[in-house]
């Protein structure tokens, strides 16, 4: 929109200078359609960089209470050459592996420890057993003592949305994450192990005794700040599922400690989120915005 103040009275010699000069007058401010078709390159792609920026555009899925950005995957969506993103084959075949394993070993415990008259098999001294434990609970024994009818929903629930979560962080990892590549896998197989007891048992197979001093100077600890805390030199009895399940949290642990440090997570004081490198280098006009 022109300014009335700063028109120029028709016949003035002013108005007719750029004429005179041989100067083609300037497009006019109402004329959007010209200033869009003379726009450079460069001024058309600050534009965008500018309205992607203010969230005028689809902004990233990406958020600070984002999981898979702590834990250094790219925005969902994003886009890799084709081969190098993991594939589900192989989240299917270790997490096959670690469930086969699970199933397997639990089956021949009981069976074994049924045939001694459940008299523990003795590996290491009185520090690692083969025993039979049924848990009706979670870690630890939690809400072992909870009614059955409240008890196995929650498990099967919390079980199934496990499952879900890590395949959608799975569908996230870019090729360089080869510590989730492996982790997520063995937390998968971990999970269904488990869950298929509480399915066909309404408990838990454990079969692995380990019983040290530091575990009970480590109970010794915790008892002085919970009570009725057990003091005891007895760590809870556990299986291959739970070791899968430890082993690929630790993963998933190491994977996110070493993102930290690279561009683009969001606690390395780089950019944040992939993409974010590419708009940070697109090329900027001050002429640009001003014009647009």
């Not at 600050?46 to 990233?60: I, K, L």
């Not at 848990?135 to 059955?148: I, T, V, Y």
């Not at 590549?181 to 937390?187: D, I, Q, T, Y």
Request: overall charge negative.
């Amino acid at each position: 929109m022109s300014d009335p103040e700063n028109q120029l009275p028709p016949g003035s010699p002013l108005a007719s200078a750029p004429h005179d000069l041989g100067i083609a007058p300037g497009p006019s401010a109402a004329s959007p359609d010209v200033l869009v078709s003379e726009a450079s390159p460069d001024v058309l792609l600050s534009e965008e960089v500018h309205s992607s920026s203010a969230g005028d555009s689809h902004p990233p899925r990406s958020s600070k209470g984002d999981v898979g950005r702590w834990l250094g995957l790219p925005p969902a969506g994003t886009s890799f050459p084709t081969g190098k993103r993991p594939s589900y084959l192989f989240l299917g075949v270790v997490s096959a592996i670690s469930l086969f394993a699970d199933i397997s070993t639990k089956v021949w415990a009981e069976i074994v420890i049924n045939q001694r008259g459940f008299e523990p098999i003795n590996i290491i001294g009185d520090n690692f057993n083969i025993t039979l434990a049924y848990n009706q609970g979670g870690a630890w024994g939690l809400f072992a003592s909870a009614d059955k009818m409240v008890r196995l929903p929650f498990f099967l629930a919390v079980s199934v949305f496990a499952i879900f979560f890590i395949v959608s962080l799975y569908s996230r990892l870019a090729p360089s994450q080869k510590a989730l590549k492996w982790g997520l896998p063995m937390v998968l197989g971990g999970a269904l192990g488990n869950l298929s007891d509480r399915i066909t048992r309404a408990q838990v197979i454990d079969f692995i005794d380990y019983r040290a001093d530091w575990v009970m100077q480590a109970n010794a600890f915790v008892a002085k700040y919970v009570k009725h805390w057990a003091v005891t030199d007895h760590w809870p009895t556990f299986n291959v599922a739970d070791i899968a399940i430890c082993i690929g949290v630790g993963l998933m642990g190491v994977d996110m400690i070493s993102h930290r440090h690279r561009p683009g997570h969001p606690g390395s004081g780089g950019a944040s989120g992939v993409g974010a490198h590419d708009v940070s280098e697109a090329p900027t006009s001050g002429n640009a915005t001003a014009t647009l």
